[in-house]
């Protein structure tokens, strides 16, 4: 069975940061992307930070230069350094992996990142 367990978030004020873990088990081959998703209060879900298998790098244009997504393939493990961050940061945050066979993708059940002004 496969599972994605998040750990890191939190409350923080706004300028500090966070970093954000989440290890995957039960997934031995095809990983493909794995990433950061988030999602605010009457908002929909949106890509932060993503990372291929080839080290092919993705961010969304708010967070570019102040985040940093990177893995390590070894722990299957996914991580989000987040630096200056501010309110509008705030959301929960959801891992994802996808395989390329069976193409599918899997998320964590979401971490709580609060940054207060």
């Known amino acids: 069975q496969v599972q994605l367990v998040e750990s890191g978030g939190g409350l923080v004020q706004a300028g500090g940061s966070l970093r954000l873990s989440c290890a995957a088990s039960g997934i031995n081959l095809f990983i493909n992307t794995m990433g950061w998703y988030r999602q605010a209060p009457g908002k929909e879900r949106e890509l932060v930070a993503q990372?291929?298998?080839?080290?092919?790098?993705s961010y969304a244009d708010s967070v570019k230069g102040r985040f940093t997504v990177s893995r390590d393939n070894a722990k299957k493990t996914v991580y989000l350094q987040m630096n200056s961050l501010k309110p509008e940061d705030t959301a929960v945050y959801y891992c994802q992996v996808t395989r390329t066979w069976p193409v599918v993708a899997y998320w964590g059940q979401g971490t709580q990142v609060t940054v207060s002004s």
């Open positions: 990372i291929s298998s080839g080290g092919d790098l």
